[in-house]
């Protein structure tokens, strides 16, 4: 195992290691030269552009090939979701996804069309992908997020002429700022403000700045100076890590960061045309030759180096693979690797390692040792090796949890599937652990490498809702965009494949095919959509309302019919709208009630439209209600006569003329008596004219109307017990017989508190209600007479409940005996 | 009363946590929009708020002042910095007051917020785009579906669910409906049956099915066993009678409002009026508040002797036990002794109302209905209520009765019938009639048609009991001989039996034993078959859509299977719940009620009104 530390490079107390990653299977007529490249981290996809000529490349998969048409090209960037940004001088951003198609473009701002760009970056931030432009008037210009494109201009830097000497993109305080320096001085620009900084402890004030890095995490800051020296310290300015001299005074072509998270020698990587150096912060070099035109790409945990022929990761050797892999190591991992060679090789010197271990009862740490290099490790076979070992040294080890173990060898083999040269992301185990499965996931769809990623889910048993479903849906995505294919052999394979998958939205794939304008296969894909509901919105967009009608009334949600039935109403005539409700019973008593409370109008038409006379009818009366004015309101109401003739209710007809009758009789009273009654119903307007001495009025209305008897004699009976006019009372009791009877006038008197009124009346009345007459004022004796004499057991038992101990004790006998005798009977 | 036959009864879940739902989800809304604001309640919504949080919460949230809405321009007379937020019910997002615009009328601009409640409708924010102001406002939803009045009654104060279903056949609040039912599902469940009758109920079922298998299911410890639910035009002869049980009658009198009634000064015996909360804390109305009003007097006069007998404990105790028994009873007995007064107060202000001679024969009347003999007297009664103006509700009660009962009027009485109530309380009761026709609740008999079994509904339920018993089958036999067919009303009519209200036999003894609602003996019946099995006839008379489904828990028997949700779709009285609480004391079961609304016959009947003149 001697050769693993052959690309070892000590710096300081660390080592740095160089690991060819892949020969290039691009074919560059003349390297790198003359191009933009553009790579983007975590192992993802590389670009470069050449003159007119614009290629993209995915490592070893050429992806696409194509002449580039547009105009200049200023810088090349990928965003977080693998799509390309090219940055033309005119401010046009232009986006392409992995394949070259033309996304979308959007501009940064008016102003960058005059005085063109200069220079742009590209970074990315918690918030997405940024992009950021210093204009040929020197002025930077900043979009934190291209998705939610919001443009900022920061503001004039003093003093500064063209393109600043270097500069770069930080993200600090949850702020974008831009660190410039223009010769020797160093500036912080942020929205409000441009700063003056010095970095402490630079010495030679009088150099100018001529690069700078930042690293991954935008916590430190590289500088370097036109003296050679480079100063490495904190982003903020606050610390300094170190100066080193590098001796070489030409500005350096690109510098980046070189660390990983609990670095132990974090350094700088700093590329000429030949020469690539690796400064640390204990002031030690590492020296490279450069054979070929190459780009550093900054990463988490390295720096990948990617040249015409080759492409490198440059990083730290992480301890637990010093600790095993360092010549001579006696580190715990060490020696269990030892062991289990011996153990392989059958020799007893593996029971000697071991009892060294176990003596210093380190094996759990060196199985850790070996689980965790493992992980760092780009060689199969030496991660089996260790992997091995590691499994080895658990068996002497009894409790010993098995989950570090067992999820390093799924990550690896993960891992090792994704490195592999025809998918080619040469993502490290740390990087993967940053970015997640889930994103992880994401890539490959974007690349369409489906099966891959289904596999993936399914080996990491992801939630199907997560996992596989989720690939699923954008491999039918992507599926119903095959231009070339049949509608049916689309819809039959997508569902043939989505069959079981559980939480697939089929609306969202009708949509996309929609996108493609595939009406047809979108309206079959809705088909299989098992929520109606979100069949609705997608079915309205392609201007299936009639279909969408229906559904929405399927899914019994009335939210969705609302929303169907205003945007009918809206994209239809009123003809045809009208036609869609009437078929529809559910909308149309929605729609209904919304008319009722907002156009009454409407109501109207949709009634007229279903020749729903009794509604109109009913309609016409209650707008007469709402209407002030006696002509209009007796012609509302004529219109709602000739309805109820139509609808063949001539109850309702007669009785709404009835009322027209008695609104013209009212206000000629109103006219000629100045009383008012306009509005009063008939038995009112009666009560009304008895009270105020009318009688003559009311007996024409009484017979006009054809009021039953028993009701006007009510009413008068009433009305002059109000009044107390007990002589006209009693003229109107000798008027003729009462078809009421008489014990209304005694109840009537008594509740106006005239008993002696009452009592006229008492003699008139029917032997049936005579007990209850006395008894309703108060004669206790009569009502016992007439009790008995009838010799009803109910009656009698009635006074009897109604005598206080203060009665007569002879009648109280008389009645008790009579009650006896009446129920013998 | 009601010596509980089975003291076994399980204990009811907590309902107060919907109160804290809905609480929390509510600040959690106004701490959306941060600063202080002034809230604006739709005038619905303020008595359901006030129970979920008063002023005193609000105000911790940053609340300013409280205004109500009203159909007219807000001009409110905080500055701009002020945001304005509304809570809006959804039962009138269409006549949603343009208060942006008008302040812009004022030159003004604040930051407006409305919230809808319980939901947020797409077609909401049409609206608001509509009036141009879409843009200005953001809107959110408050899900508050239910409100728990008591601890076993459950409200969605949506009283306009009735008119909106029944009469209108608008279908928003099923989903509504669905989604309480699933919030009690996902709080209380699962569910171990669903019992449901009626076209209504099956659609809630089936929206609720829906939302459950949209979400997740977690395991968890039901605390519910059964379901019922019931369409309230199953049954609409039993909202329209009389209530006679001390909680009903407060209702029918006084009017009980979330939970809460306004008693007037004439029971107060002050000059100010008074809001007592109405429910089981209330010790004293707890033990009145399902008996027979009859009952009440006796009850609460035995009530005050205690307390004068607590009282008068302290003539003979020393200072240690005075000290005591100030502390510790006193405030009891104080808190006791107001409640008692104040009932005393009710009692005897219905009473005045309600011995009166008129009241007697008005329940003698409706009694005869529902036995239906002597119809002619009836009707001639119900002319003279007309013909009298005594009241226009009461009116409209006794002409529905009469024609639930005798399934529809004679074309002569019905037209004389209408014509006079059309004189007596003025013409724009044709809509009324218009809409009761539509609903079933007035109509006329059809020509050439009888009272035969199939076609008198529920008037056959009540009052054929003869032809009961002689066509049912074997399988309906017990329906209709055992209390399905009313007893006769024996305690204002006399006769020779008496039905003994002090000691119930039935659930009857809410109608002074005159009748059993069908609604609760329906319950009764399928809950005792487990299922609809036997009722076949029942069910075809009330126009089907029974249904019956088994959940996935099994049988496993704890004491939540004997708790049974009763949700009626479209509102249910107080006089059924008290049944409802007398069939769990004797089955050993707990009931709850979930409802659209508390309603009652007044309640029922001014909904169909058309109130635009």
């Not at chain 2, 008996?291 to 007998?309: C, D, I, P, W, Y």
């Amino acid at each position: 195992m001697a050769f693993i530390t052959a690309n070892w490079n000590p710096l300081g107390e660390a080592f740095y290691r160089k690991i060819e990653l892949y020969e290039m299977g691009w074919s560059l007529r003349d390297g790198l030269k003359e191009c933009l490249v553009a790579a983007a981290p975590y192992g993802g996809p590389i670009e470069n552009h050449l003159h007119n000529l614009k290629k993209l490349t995915l490592l070893q998969n050429i992806y696409n090939l194509q002449r580039w048409k547009s105009g200049p090209v200023r810088q090349l960037g990928w965003t977080v979701c693998d799509d390309l940004l090219c940055i033309q001088e005119d401010g046009t951003v232009l986006i392409y996804d992995l394949f070259g198609a033309f996304k979308r473009h959007f501009s940064m701002g008016n102003e960058v069309v005059q005085n063109q760009v200069l220079e742009a970056k590209v970074f990315h931030s918690p918030y997405g992908t940024g992009v950021a432009i210093v204009t040929g008037a020197s002025r930077f210009t900043l979009a934190t997020n291209i998705d939610d494109l919001k443009l900022r201009r920061l503001p004039e830097v003093p003093g500064l002429q063209g393109a600043p000497s270097c500069w770069a993109v930080l993200t600090q305080d949850r702020q974008t700022k831009v660190l410039l320096a223009n010769r020797a001085d160093l500036y912080i620009l942020d929205n409000t403000s441009c700063t003056p900084v010095t970095p402490p402890g630079l010495s030679l004030q009088s150099c100018s700045i001529v690069n700078m890095a930042v690293s991954f995490s935008y916590k430190y800051l590289a500088l370097f100076t036109d003296s050679g020296h480079l100063w490495m310290g904190s982003a903020n300015l606050k610390d300094k890590l170190s100066e080193v001299d590098t001796k070489v005074r030409t500005p350096p072509k690109q510098m980046v960061w070189c660390r990983r998270p609990k670095s132990q020698q974090p350094s700088v990587v700093i590329m000429w045309d030949r020469l690539l150096l690796v400064a640390g912060e204990c002031t030690d070099t590492i020296q490279y030759t450069l054979d070929e035109e190459s780009v550093c790409v900054a990463e988490l945990d390295g720096v990948r180096i990617v040249g015409g022929s080759r492409h490198e990761l440059l990083q730290e050797v992480p301890s637990a693979c010093q600790d095993i892999f360092k010549i001579a190591s006696m580190a715990p991992g060490a020696l269990l690797l030892e062991a289990h060679k011996e153990y392989e090789k059958s020799s007893q010197k593996a029971d000697e390692y071991l009892r060294e271990i176990k003596e210093q009862s380190v094996l759990g740490e060196a199985v850790r040792q070996c689980v965790e290099a493992a992980g760092y490790e780009h060689e199969p076979e030496t991660q089996k090796t260790l992997l091995r070992a590691a499994s080895f040294g658990k068996c002497f080890l009894s409790n010993y949890p098995p989950e570090p173990f067992v999820s390093m060898c799924r990550d690896l083999k993960v891992l090792n599937s994704v490195r592999e040269y025809t998918v080619g992301i040469p993502l490290t185990h740390t990087q993967y652990k940053q970015m997640t499965v889930q994103v992880l996931i994401d890539r490959l769809v974007y690349r369409k490498l489906y099966p891959l990623a289904i596999e993936i889910c399914r080996y990491l048993k992801t939630p199907e809702y997560q996992g596989v479903s989720r690939v699923l849906k954008h491999w039918a995505c992507c599926k119903v965009q095959q231009k070339e294919e049949p509608d049916e052999s689309i819809a039959h394979a997508v569902s043939v494949k989505l069959g079981e998958a559980a939480g697939i939205s089929y609306s969202e794939i009708a949509a996309r095919a929609y996108e493609c304008g595939r009406t047809e296969l979108a309206i079959k894909l809705l088909e299989f959509e098992p929520r109606s509901g979100e069949q609705v919105p997608l079915l309205l967009k392609m201007k299936r309302s009639q279909l969408a009608l229906s559904k929405a009334i399927e899914s019994g949600d009335t939210d969705l019919v609302y929303t169907v039935v205003t945007y009918l109403k809206n994209e239809m005539n009123r003809g045809d709208f009208f036609m869609t409700l009437r078929n529809q019973p559910v909308a149309l008593s929605l729609y209904r009630q919304f008319c009722k409370h907002q156009e009454q109008d409407t109501l109207k038409d949709l009634f007229n439209q279903d020749d729903d006379h009794q509604e109109l009818g009913n309609f016409y009366v209650k707008a007469s209600y709402k209407e002030k004015k006696l002509e209009a309101r007796l012609s509302l109401l004529q219109s709602a006569v000739d309805e109820y003739n139509k609808a063949k209710n001539e109850f309702a007809a007669k009785a709404t003329e009835e009322e027209m009758k008695l609104l013209r009789f009212q206000r000629r009273l109103d006219e000629e008596m100045g009383e008012a009654l306009l509005g009063l119903s008939l038995q009112e307007t009666l009560h009304a004219l008895l009270t105020s001495n009318f009688h003559k009025q009311a007996e024409q209305l009484y017979r006009d109307f054809r009021v039953p008897d028993k009701r006007y004699w009510w009413l008068k009976l009433t009305a002059l017990a109000e009044k107390d006019d007990w002589e006209e009372m009693e003229k109107f009791a000798k008027s003729k017989k009462s078809p009421i009877g008489y014990l209304p006038f005694v109840e009537v008197c008594v509740k106006q508190h005239n008993k002696y009124e009452a009592k006229k009346y008492v003699s008139k009345v029917t032997p049936e209600q005579k007990v209850k007459a006395h008894l309703a004022i108060g004669d206790l004796e009569g009502a016992a007479e007439a009790a008995i004499e009838r010799r009803s057991e109910g009656e009698i038992s009635t006074v009897l409940s109604r005598c206080s101990p203060t009665t007569d004790r002879a009648l109280l006998e008389r009645l008790n005996r009579a009650r006896s005798t009446a129920a013998k009977k | 009363m009601a010596h509980s036959v089975r003291r076994d009864a399980p204990e009811l879940p907590d309902f107060s946590l919907l109160k804290r739902l809905a609480r929390d989800q509510l600040i959690y809304l106004l701490e959306q929009l941060p600063g202080r604001k002034d809230l604006f309640i739709e005038a619905d919504l303020m008595s359901p708020l006030d129970r979920i949080a008063n002023v005193t919460t609000l105000k911790q949230h940053d609340v300013d002042k409280l205004y109500k809405v009203e159909h007219k321009p807000i001009v409110s007379t905080s500055d701009q910095t002020v945001r304005g937020c509304f809570l809006y019910p959804l039962t009138n997002w269409f006549l949603f007051p343009d208060v942006v615009n008008a302040d812009k009328a004022f030159g003004r601009f604040r930051r407006y917020k409305i919230i809808f409640s319980p939901q947020k409708f797409y077609a909401c924010e049409n609206l608001l785009e509509e009036q141009g102001i879409f843009g200005d406002v953001t809107t959110d939803e408050w899900s508050f579906y239910l409100l728990p009045l008591d601890d076993d009654i459950i409200s969605l104060e949506l009283p306009e669910f009735f008119r909106d279903y029944f009469l209108e056949g608008d279908q928003r609040w099923v989903r509504t409906a669905g989604s309480a039912l699933h919030l009690l599902h996902s709080v209380y469940g699962p569910f171990s049956k669903v019992y449901g009758i009626g076209r209504c109920s099956k659609m809630a079922y089936e929206s609720w099915r829906e939302q459950v298998e949209e979400g997740e299911q977690r395991a968890r410890q039901a605390e519910i066993g059964n379901v019922f639910l019931i369409d309230r035009d199953v049954d609409l002869v039993t909202p329209l009678c009389s209530q006679v049980v001390y909680e009903g009658l407060v209702d029918d009198i006084f009017r009980i409002k979330c939970g809460c009634v306004e008693f007037c000064p004439d029971v107060t015996s002050s000059d100010k009026s008074i809001k007592v909360m109405l429910n089981s804390q209330d010790k004293v109305f707890n033990e009145i508040r399902n008996e027979h009003f009859s009952q009440v007097f006796g009850f609460l006069s035995q009530k005050a002797r205690n307390l004068q007998t607590a009282y008068d404990k302290r003539s003979g105790m020393d200072i240690k036990q005075m000290k005591t028994f100030v502390s510790e009873e006193l405030k009891g007995l104080k808190q006791e002794h107001r409640l008692l007064s104040l009932h005393i107060g009710a009692s005897e202000s219905m009473m005045k109302k309600k011995t009166k001679q008129d009241f007697q024969e008005l329940l003698k009347t409706e009694h005869s209905l529902l036995e239906g003999f002597e119809i002619r007297e009836c009707i001639s009664y119900i002319e003279e209520h007309i013909n009298r103006q005594v009241s226009m509700v009461e009116s409209m009660r006794l002409l529905c009765l009469l024609s639930l009962t005798e399934n529809g009027l004679l074309p002569k009485d019905y037209r004389s019938l209408k014509n006079q109530f059309l004189q007596s309380y003025g013409i724009e009761h044709l809509l009324t009639f218009s809409n009761l026709k539509q609903l079933g609740l007035l109509v006329e008999q059809q020509p050439g048609e009888t009272l035969t079994v199939m076609e008198s509904r529920v008037g056959k339920l009540v009052n054929d009991k003869t032809a009961g018993q002689i066509q049912a089958g074997p399988n309906t036999v017990t329906v209709f001989n055992t209390g399905w067919v009313p007893i006769p009303l024996l305690y204002l009519i006399q006769s020779d039996e008496e039905y003994d209200l002090r000691v119930p036999r039935d659930m009857a003894y809410i109608f002074s034993g005159a009748y059993i609602p069908l609604s609760c003996k329906l319950i009764e019946q399928v809950l005792e078959r487990d299922g609809w099995t036997g009722l076949e006839e029942v069910t075809r008379m009330l126009n089907g859509h029974e249904f019956a489904v088994t959940g996935k828990t099994s049988g496993v028997k704890t004491d939540s299977q004997r708790i049974i949700l009763v949700m009626f779709l479209g509102g249910c009285t107080f006089s059924e719940i008290s049944a409802l609480r007398f069939l769990g004391r004797e089955k050993g079961l707990k009931f709850i009620v979930v409802t659209t609304a508390i309603t009652n016959s007044a309640r029922l009947l001014e909904s169909m009104l058309d109130n635009h003149a």
